[in-house]
């Protein structure tokens, strides 16, 4: 089956510097990479997604790259707020299965 | 209400008991899904349903059994538990297919003792 590695486990920048979390999948036939951001005591939520015939996509401050041929994709947040605090979940998808990495918590120093 | 919600949002019971986790959503999909979020593993996929039926079992021990009733709605009926079951259970929901986001409840805190 599929394994999802996320790295780092936890994150600290000052506000306004760029962060950067990476995700590496095992199954080539995976084809949707989602990014979740959950929050304190909330449900997670998708902030980005890339499809696999993506090599990147950017949403105002967040972006995704996709390197399908080393199989891994990369969440980059710019311009980081305190509001960015929290937990971010990547996760890859095959055949609606999705298989979620372990998490990165990013804490947000003012 | 709108979106996926659970209930309960909290839950304490012996491992003797018996006790069912309900999820409902809103948003007129067809997939659900149970994960457990636990410090040990931060989102393990339980159970899918796709189109009420039952498309993938995670390895998931027989004292979790989950019911797909619907499209709407879902259970996770739980008997005979461990402490070490203890953990947050979020459901969620999608459209079936490849690209489509999951939409997460509120979850229910589970405590065995």
């Known amino acids: 089956g599929e394994n999802v590695e996320q790295h780092p486990s936890t994150l600290s920048v000052q506000e306004g510097d760029s962060a950067v979390i990476k995700c590496t999948y095992s199954d080539s036939a995976s084809n949707y990479f989602p990014w979740y951001k959950q929050e304190l005591g909330k449900r997670p939520q998708l902030i980005i997604d890339?499809?696999?015939?993506?090599g990147e996509k950017k949403d105002q401050r967040i972006a995704v790259t996709l390197n399908k041929t080393a199989k891994h994709f990369s969440l980059h947040i710019t311009e980081t707020q305190p509001e960015d605090s929290a937990v971010y979940f990547c996760a890859a998808l095959n055949a609606g299965k999705s298989t979620f990495g372990d998490g990165t918590t990013l804490t947000v120093k003012p | 209400e709108t979106g996926v919600t659970q209930t309960p949002r909290h839950l304490v019971m012996g491992m003797t008991n018996k006790k069912s986790l309900k999820c409902e959503q809103h948003?007129?999909?067809?997939?659900m899904y149970w994960y457990k979020q636990s410090a040990k593993k931060p989102l393990e996929l339980m159970f899918v349903?796709?189109?009420?039926?039952?498309?993938e079992n995670n390895s998931v021990p027989s004292r979790f059994s989950p019911e797909c009733p619907n499209s709407s709605h879902l259970f996770l009926h739980l008997h005979t538990l461990q402490p070490e079951d203890s953990a947050l259970y979020l459901c969620?929901?999608?459209?079936?297919?490849?690209?489509?986001?999951?939409?997460f409840g509120p979850g229910t805190r589970l405590t065995v003792l």
């Open positions: 890339i499809r696999s015939n993506v």
């Open positions: 948003l007129g999909h067809n997939a």
């Open positions: 969620a929901s999608s459209q079936v297919g490849s690209y489509n986001e999951q939409f």
């Open positions: 349903y796709s189109l009420e039926e039952r498309v």
